[in-house]
Nanobody
Framework: QVQLVESGGGLVQPGGSLRLSCAAS????????MAWFRRRTPGKEREFIA?????????EDAESMKGRFTISRDDPKNTVYLQMNSLNPEDTAVYYC???????????????WGKGTQVTVSS
């Protein structure tokens, strides 16, 4: 079955950086768009961060995080990354990766999800 496994989360100080990884299995990774979402408050909707297409690597980014967060993918490794810079306490959240055949900003349109990785930004 399809599995998406996030890693790279943890505790980081304000102003710091983290790179999240999401390893995919059970799907033809090179034919799927991948995305990152986050949930800052339990029970709230997941917030779109960025998505990357499978055809030409085109990305879509949430305006509020553009310039700080960068999505990329490595198809031979079946992995998508999220580079996060200049982190602040408001970035504290559970970060999820997701897969779909196209890039979307709406979480409900994604077919597969990882279980998430916690990122905590605190001094």
């Amino acid at each position: 079955q399809v599995q998406l496994v996030e890693s790279g989360g943890g505790l980081v100080q304000p102003g710091g950086s983290l790179r999240l990884s999401c390893a995919a299995s059970g799907l033809t990774f090179s034919r799927y768009a991948m995305a990152w979402f986050r949930r800052r408050t339990p029970g709230k909707e997941r917030e779109f961060i960025a998505a990357i297409d499978w055809t030409d690597g085109r990305t879509e980014d949430a305006e509020s995080m553009k310039g700080r967060f960068t999505i990329s993918r490595d198809d031979p490794k079946n992995t998508v990354y999220l580079q996060m810079n200049s982190l602040n306490p408001e970035d504290t959240a559970v970060y999820y990766c997701a897969a779909a055949r196209n890039t979307y900003r709406m979480a409900k349109l994604y077919d597969f999800w990882g279980k998430g990785t916690q990122v905590t930004v605190s001094s």
